[in-house]
């Protein structure tokens, strides 16, 4: 395998942050590149040249169905997993004028939480359901809150932050049993969990092709048979008038071969990667005092784990890992920079401060032992570093009355430094 590298000074990649984005596998780059170079004709045409793609289309769109062992027909291709948890609300919404109410849960992506915001300004009402502190749900809750005026019922299948897995099978059965939709975002689940949507018993559900080593830009919204669609994207007729515009045929390619290697890599998902996040998790907790892991250990994602460092910024974690080559995160990319500790984290009643002291390590099938080793070698020190520099430390983390603000900026100018002292010494392999 060759070694993934930085453009900009070749130094070596330490990726941990899988659930964000995952590589491209090199042999989905292969299997796409015959389409732009070559096979560059619009499936729709009626000329030859252009139908000669609609085979190979036809062809991805039946890997991508067996992925989730769903009917190649209720595979939708969109643009993105946003696109489609969007397109799956809007659609119950359109068809439903009279029902005027959404569940979804307080810890989805923000692909949900921003187009609820967005509902609830057009005078749409929208239940965010709360999560335990381990993650988990109430399905009580979730039971109760369910209405005669309920059009839809979307609730992620794992969480992309935590990893927590929620019981979609069991969640889908409450809304069959009240006659409601149910839709979920499924993004971060293939290759790690097998997905069967007629065994779930969902009427909906969200993929995106770059959680699984295809190309952005790319995603699927399954539409189970006979479940009435109100296209959200409205323009011709392609994926049989359930999405306009000019299918994507060189991503859609890469997706089913993707969806193919997905199914292929589930067990070493489950085993090798799980055993790695095992030993990296088991690592930091041991090792590192005032960590903690955050959320439920199972049922979890095999890939990801969330740890708080207390008294450290996570921000500053990231910054100085970066310098050394590892990529992680405080959360979901989507949310980088903003300055709110994670709504995930929040949801689960962690304090402000705990949840910023918190980091996302989510692992894939190009990682390896060696990377986990190297990450575990430098993570002790950078926090010990931090620490040492941190005006949190002699305060509880607990405590919220605490002034944040003074404490960013000293703990900043401490970082500064330390950033410029790593610089010198910066390990490069
Ligand atoms: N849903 C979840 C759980 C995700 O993790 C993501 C991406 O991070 C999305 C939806 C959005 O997918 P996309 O980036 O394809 O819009």
Excluded at 152 to 168: D, L, Q
Excluded at 246 to 253: A, D, G, L
């Amino acid at each position: 395998m060759a070694v993934t590298t930085f453009a900009m000074d070749q130094q070596k990649l330490y990726y941990f942050d899988n659930n964000a984005t995952t590589r491209v596998a090199p042999e989905v780059v292969e299997a796409m590149l015959p389409f732009l170079t070559e096979y560059w004709g619009n499936a729709s045409s009626a000329y030859r040249f252009g139908g000669q793609v609609r085979r190979p289309l036809e062809e991805a769109r039946a890997k991508v169905a067996a992925l989730i062992h769903a009917d190649p027909k209720e595979v939708v291709f969109t643009s993105c997993g946003t696109e489609s948890n969007n397109a799956a609300i809007h659609s119950a919404l359109a068809l439903h004028p009279g029902k005027r109410h959404v569940v979804t849960t307080a810890v989805e992506h923000s692909a949900n939480l921003k187009y609820g915001e967005f509902l609830q300004r057009r005078g749409y009402e929208v239940t965010y359901l709360p999560v335990e502190s381990d993650g988990s749900l109430d399905l009580h809750l979730l039971d109760r809150s369910i209405r005669a005026d309920t059009a839809i019922v979307s609730i992620m299948w794992a969480n992309n932050e935590t990893g927590a897995v929620f019981p979609i099978e069991e969640i889908a059965a409450i809304c069959r049993s009240k006659g409601v939709l149910v839709h979920t975002d499924a993004v971060q689940t293939p290759g790690k969990l097998k997905i069967d949507v007629k065994s779930v018993g969902v009427d909906l559900l969200s993929l995106s092709a770059h959680k699984l080593h295809a190309p952005k830009g790319i995603g699927m919204l399954y539409v189970r048979r006979r479940t009435k669609f109100q296209p959200y994207v409205i323009g011709g007729h392609q994926e049989r008038g359930r999405r306009g515009g000019t299918e994507n045929v060189p991503y859609i390619i890469g997706f089913g071969l993707a969806a193919e290697l997905a199914v292929s890599n589930l067990p070493e998902e489950n085993a090798r990667v799980r055993a790695l996040r095992d030993r990296l998790e088991q690592g930091i907790l041991e090792t590192i005092p005032h960590t903690v892991r955050n959320g439920a250990r199972e049922p979890r994602l095999p890939n990801t784990t969330n740890i708080a460092f207390d008294f450290v910024e996570a921000e500053a974690i990231l910054m100085m890992l970066d310098q050394v080559g590892i990529c992680a995160s405080s959360g979901s990319a989507c949310t980088t920079g903003s300055v709110d500790p994670s709504h995930v984290l929040a949801a689960m009643s962690l304090s402000p401060m705990r949840a910023r002291g918190s980091v996302r390590f989510s692992l894939g099938i190009y990682n390896t032992e060696e990377e986990v080793e190297y990450l575990l070698r430098h993570l002790p020190s950078v926090v010990s570093k931090l620490r040492a520099i941190s005006p949190l430390t002699s305060e509880h983390p607990d405590n919220d009355k605490f002034d944040l603000k003074a404490a960013r900026r000293k703990h900043d100018e401490g970082l500064a430094q330390s950033l410029s002292e790593q610089d010198d010494d910066a390990v490069t392999a």
